[in-house]
């Protein structure tokens, strides 16, 4: 049951989004055709298989099937799954969650990646919280910039970013 203004409803199908017990559902509900279904079938193509919540992220390698429709064949299997809708993106790089992946020579490679429309809506320095917070966000953000970026170039053009950004909320240069 949930409840939205003065009326109330009855959820027949699925789990209530925002339930604490939403994410777990799904994840469980995913492994289960992943571990049955999905690996079983193309394990020789898939590199790599990671997922969060309701979004997923794989590796296809087409260099170990001899069919050239082995991933044609793979995205019509996905669609046998009830209840989800997939989509799947062909690219060199790919947007995953705050990175970006892409290829590297014979490995991948990351840098941090952020939607078009994101704000940038930092704690500014006036902000009530203790100074040692700011600081410690100020130093945890550029942590997570280095270890998102696989290349040293990427980490300091993004930490740049985060700097002039910064500025622009109010912040001193020191």
């Known amino acids: ?9 009855l959820q027949l199908v699925g789990t ?10 799904a994840n469980l509900y995913l492994a289960y055709y992943e ?15 990671k997922h969060f919540l309701d979004d997923g992220f794989l590796v296809w390698d087409p ?9 044609k064949r793979f995205y019509a299997f996905l669609h046998k799954i009830p209840g989800i809708s997939w989509t799947m993106l062909q690219a060199i790089t790919l947007p995953y969650m705050d990175i970006e992946v892409y290829p590297l020579g014979n490995r991948f ?11 940038y809506l930092y704690l500014p320095p006036s902000s009530a919280h203790p100074p040692g917070l ?3 966000h100020i130093f945890g953000h550029v942590k997570k910039l280095y270890m998102q970026n696989t290349e040293f170039d990427n980490f300091r053009r993004f930490t ?12 001193s240069r020191d």
């Open 1 to 9: 049951f949930f409840t939205f203004g003065n009326l109330t409803f």
């Open 134 to 136: 700011l600081k410690g």
């Open 160 to 171: 740049l970013l985060f700097f002039e950004r910064l500025m622009a909320r109010g912040h």
């Open 35 to 49: 571990e049955t279904l999905i690996i079983p079938e193309f394990k020789n193509c898939i590199a790599l298989i």
């Open 109 to 119: 490679g990351t840098m941090s990646y952020a939607k078009p429309l994101n704000l």
């Open 63 to 71: 260099t170990k099937s001899d069919n050239p429709y082995e991933l």
């Open 16 to 25: 209530a989004m925002g339930t604490p017990s939403a994410s777990n559902f």
